[in-house]
């Protein structure tokens, strides 16, 4: 039976406070999420042994990494860990397969391209390997420098922000490469980021930063429900579904996916049927009706019941809806929820535009 990641960290300096007590699973990719200075990569400094909290306890797959109360610190070389950071670091003169070869030759390990192959089809990088970094885009790097982190067996992977320094093209080229991390790796990923985007596409468990501190931790459909934080008053709150790919309607460049409480119609997705995907719905483009539309140029229109409502912000109230098992966010004025006599509790409809879902 797997353990869980514990993570218990205090420290202070530089008038800044890191007190965080995690206790994270051991599979999936858990996503450390906040804004600039919360402390996100301090945490993982603090994985990594990169940073010695004053007051620290660390234990990763059974095994104690850190403990103030025994003086027990493992260096960083001795901690069997892949990192990912912001910039690829590869080295200029060397191949993509001489970069893959120099970590390993560093700790010692003997691996030969066929021990590499499923690292190399996981990221996509095995027509590259003869290639020299300065011919390779910024996307490529940084799953030439993934590769590199998986290539050393680690038992953790820890990732800072590693599609800060690319633009929206090569962020867009790299995210279904980094989707399939969570399929397909048996050990923990740790992720950090201020992206929604990356949290809705990657995340299976949603750790929320702010000041040092965590104000939320959990699967991510729960957390990003939360009313009692911040993130869903914010313009970007949203839902993330895991839906399944049923239909292509081609005379309308529309795709039908199911999901748990029924099916939505969106943009034509290049994908098979029975692809899996995730479905991010954005809390503005949410609609509530009391009764179901004769007509309506909407598509997705789908049987709800309130559970809970929340005032936002500039007259905005938050709506926490359950469709089925799966909840959705909805952003209306707290006028038409007045006008609606909205209640908990009350069935409704809701009226999700299909071009407003991201997938």
């Known amino acids: 039976m797997t353990q869980p990641i514990i993570a218990r960290f205090k420290l202070d300096y530089d008038n800044f406070k890191l007190d965080i007590d995690l206790a994270l699973p051991s599979t999936g990719i858990t996503i450390l999420f906040g804004p600039s200075g919360s402390g996100k990569t301090t945490i993982l400094r603090c994985v990594a042994g990169l940073q010695k909290a004053q007051h620290g306890f660390l234990q990763i797959n059974g095994k104690l990494w850190q403990d103030s109360e025994?003086?027990?610190?493992?260096?960083?070389?001795?901690?069997?860990?892949?990192?990912?950071?912001?910039?690829?670091?590869?080295?200029?003169?060397?191949?993509?397969?001489?970069?893959?070869?120099?970590?390993?030759?560093?700790?010692?390990?003997?691996?030969?391209?066929?021990?590499?192959?499923?690292?190399?089809?996981?990221?996509?990088?095995?027509?590259?390997?003869?290639?020299?970094?300065?011919r390779l885009s910024g996307g490529e790097r940084q799953r030439v420098a993934i590769a590199r982190a998986l290539a050393l067996d680690p038992e953790i992977l820890l990732m800072d922000e590693p599609l800060a320094a690319l633009d929206y093209k090569r962020k867009q080229e790299i995210l279904p490469f980094l989707s399939r991390l969570h399929q397909h790796l048996a050990i923990p990923v740790l992720y950090v980021t201020h992206s929604q985007q990356e949290v809705a596409q990657l995340a299976d468990t949603l750790v929320i930063i702010e000041d040092g501190k965590s104000l939320a931790v959990g699967p991510i459909s729960e957390t990003l429900s939360r009313l009692d934080i911040s993130l869903t008053q914010d313009r970007e709150a949203n839902t993330v579904w895991p839906a399944t790919?049923?239909?292509?309607?081609?005379?309308?460049?529309?795709?039908?996916?199911?999901?748990?409480?029924?099916?939505?119609?969106?943009?034509?997705?290049?994908?098979?049927?029975?692809?899996?995907?995730?479905?991010?719905?954005?809390?503005?483009?949410?609609?509530?009706?009391?009764?179901?539309?004769?007509?309506?140029?909407?598509?997705?229109?789908?049987?709800?019941?309130?559970?809970?409502?929340?005032?936002?912000?500039?007259?905005?109230?938050?709506?926490?809806?359950?469709?089925?098992?799966?909840?959705?966010?909805?952003?209306?004025?707290?006028?038409?929820?007045?006008l609606l006599n909205l209640q908990t509790d009350m069935s409704v409809y809701v009226q999700i535009k299909g071009t407003s879902i991201v997938n």
């Open 70 to 134: 025994k003086n027990l610190f493992l260096p960083t070389h001795k901690r069997p860990l892949g990192y990912v950071f912001q910039e690829a670091n590869l080295f200029p003169h060397l191949t993509v397969s001489g970069n893959l070869q120099f970590g390993l030759k560093r700790i010692k390990k003997s691996c030969n391209a066929n021990d590499l192959q499923p690292i190399l089809e996981l990221l996509g990088i095995d027509h590259l390997l003869n290639r020299l970094p300065e």
């Open 245 to 338: 790919i049923i239909e292509h309607e081609i005379d309308y460049h529309l795709t039908r996916v199911d999901f748990i409480g029924g099916t939505l119609s969106l943009p034509m997705i290049d994908a098979a049927i029975g692809t899996k995907l995730r479905v991010q719905i954005f809390a503005r483009d949410v609609s509530i009706t009391l009764d179901l539309p004769n007509t309506s140029s909407i598509l997705n229109i789908l049987p709800a019941r309130i559970i809970e409502l929340s005032d936002g912000n500039n007259g905005q109230r938050v709506v926490k809806l359950e469709i089925e098992k799966q909840i959705l966010l909805a952003h209306i004025t707290r006028k038409s929820s007045l």
